[in-house]
């Protein structure tokens, strides 16, 4: 956190509002925060329980925000000096609505601004194949207004779950389908994801825990639910059979809550009327293979 603020000092640019949140204990030095106060820079702390999700907690802070505009930071963030305002001019004399000034997996063009259809198209198709490459609401600077807009259609189911793992993505998705316009910046906008937890280090593992499980779960129930058109539908099952099918070693690790919400989301995908058959029966064999431990 020091070294974030301690970089937010430095920037020339200083016209913006900073809400800090906690739901854990933590103690915090007062200097760098009086030192951005001298800049006149309006600094809202808000505290939460350790129940509120991370969904509740995002959509709280760009309710509770006065700007045009939010920005996600983690409290390990950092700017070189005079980026900040760089990447928000960029946004605002453009009026884009999602500016992305980090690009952790180097999938996509940058300095192009892109619409719909190819703006959500961007997050799970890259080209021929389908893969997710947007899993992290930090790096974005974003129209307040898309954002609630965004958010206002997500179910008060998701906003009770902690997924740790995908509460971003599950934004993202939402937030990718209801803008008109994406920028990524060329400008030293090129990093390595240090994010934890990162979805894509998740999926890359062998096998999962039982929480782990549930995230997942709670992450395919979402594409399931949220995805209308055939390709999209693919791309769900597509992430079903990668996500869960092709790790084999996971099968053991099913528990009898596991398993109860496991049958809830392939009912729905074995439901679907766009969901191809070959699909459907590679999930409900999956299925099969699967007792309880």
């Known amino acids: 956190m020091t070294h974030l603020l301690r970089s937010l000092f430095e920037q020339s640019f200083s016209s913006y509002e900073l809400i800090i949140t906690k739901n854990f204990e933590a103690n915090y030095s007062s200097l760098p925060f009086g030192k951005l106060k001298r800049k006149n820079i309006n600094i809202k702390f808000i505290e939460y329980s350790k129940n509120d999700t991370n969904l509740k907690i995002k959509m709280d802070c760009a309710t509770n925000a006065l700007g045009e505009y939010i920005l996600f930071l983690s409290p390990e963030e950092t700017f070189n000096e005079n980026l900040l305002e760089f990447f928000y001019n960029k946004a605002t004399k453009e009026k884009i609505d999602i500016t992305q ?14 619409k719909q259809p190819q703006l ?17 609401l930090s790096g974005k600077i974003i129209k307040k207004v898309i954002f609630l807009d965004a958010m206002k259609d997500i179910d008060n189911y998701y906003f009770s779950q902690n997924n740790k793992y995908f509460d971003d993505s599950i934004i ?15 400008k030293e906008n090129a990093r390595y994801c240090s994010y934890y937890p990162c979805p894509e280090v998740l999926i890359s593992k062998k096998k999962y825990s039982k929480i782990e499980l549930i995230d997942i779960l709670n992450y395919l129930k979402f594409l399931v639910q949220y995805t209308n058109s055939v390709q999209e539908q693919r791309m769900a099952a597509q992430f079903f059979i990668d996500l869960l099918v092709k790790k084999e070693e996971t099968l053991y690790n099913y528990g009898k809550k596991e398993i109860n919400y496991l049958d809830e989301v392939i009912n729905l995908y074995t ?12 999930i409900k064999k999956y299925r099969k293979k699967i007792i309880a431990t």
């Not at 000034?101 to 892109?114: E, L, P, R, S, V």
């Not at 959500?120 to 992290?136: A, E, V």
């Open 101 to 114: 000034f980090f690009d952790f997996y180097h999938y996509h063009q940058i300095n192009m601004i892109m």
């Open 120 to 136: 959500f198209d961007s997050m799970f198709f890259n080209k021929d194949q389908i893969c997710q490459t947007q899993y992290h």
């Open 172 to 186: 993202l998705f939402m937030l990718f389908k209801k803008a008109e316009s994406l920028i990524i910046l060329g």
């Open 271 to 282: 439901n679907s009327e766009i969901i191809n058959e070959f699909d459907k029966n590679i």
